[in-house]
């Protein structure tokens, strides 16, 4: 498995960015997919992005493709999301996963996740 380590949530204004970062230790990270998912209250975890060792990004097309965009550095072991012109309804804790292989939308697909980092956008 691999050890993540989220950072970078924070509370913003409508429009506004953050960036978020995911640290990895433990496996392999050039060879693991990544993930980023949010949970909002009293709902479902849900993705938002995804990006192959080689960098190939899926996005979940409704909700954040053209405001978020997910990049890693292999040489610092480290993924992020880039997250610009922010609404109230992003807000939730942001979680770090990752997985083997080829990148997923599915929460089930990812084998070690971070403890999540708490985005609030205030309207």
């Known amino acids: 498995q691999v050890q993540l380590v989220e950072s970078g949530g924070g509370l913003v204004q409508a429009g506004g960015s953050l960036r978020l970062s995911c640290a990895a230790s433990?496996?392999?990270?050039?060879?693991?997919?990544m993930g980023w998912f949010r949970q909002a209250p009293g709902k479902e975890r849900e993705f938002v992005a995804a990006?192959?060792?080689?960098?190939?990004?899926?996005y979940d097309i409704d909700s954040v493709k053209g405001r978020f965009t997910i990049s890693r550095d292999n040489a610092k072991n480290t993924v992020y999301l880039q997250m610009n012109s922010l609404k109230p309804e992003d807000t939730a804790v942001y979680y770090c996963?990752?997985?083997?292989?080829?990148?997923?939308?599915?929460?089930?697909?990812?084998?070690?996740w971070g403890q999540g980092t708490q985005v609030t956008v205030s309207s």
């Open positions: 433990g496996r392999l990270f050039i060879t693991d997919a």
């Open positions: 990006i192959t060792w080689s960098g190939r990004s899926l």
């Open positions: 996963a990752s997985k083997l292989g080829a990148g997923s939308t599915h929460v089930a697909d990812y084998d070690s």
